[in-house]
């Protein structure tokens, strides 16, 4: 069974190799859920925008991505956007 820290290791490669441009990385959250399967880790970068709001800005924007994985393997289930509003 993989570890917090191993688990947001994973994220954070994961997040580089689809996203290279991606800097400042960050752990925001982190949570095992409760029958041990899996860690959802969410990970904040700077990075380039897709959303309307954010193109009208100059600049990179803060942006979240939260992800699955299984707890057993290491590997990474799902990558999500988290909204922050």
Known sequence: ????KEA???AKEYLVF???DAENMQLEEVE???????????VS????????????LVGKSVLYKIF???TELGEVISMRIRDIK
Do not use: C, Q, R
């Not at 095992?32 to 969410?42: C, G, I, N, Q, S």
């Open 32 to 42: 095992m859920t409760e029958d041990k399967a899996h860690w959802f880790v969410t």
């Open 1 to 4: 069974m993989i570890n917090a």
């Open 68 to 70: 699955k994985i299984d």
């Open 18 to 20: 689809f996203f290279p």
């Open 45 to 56: 970068y700077e990075g380039v925008s897709n959303s309307v709001a954010s193109s009208l």
């Open 8 to 10: 947001t290791d994973k």
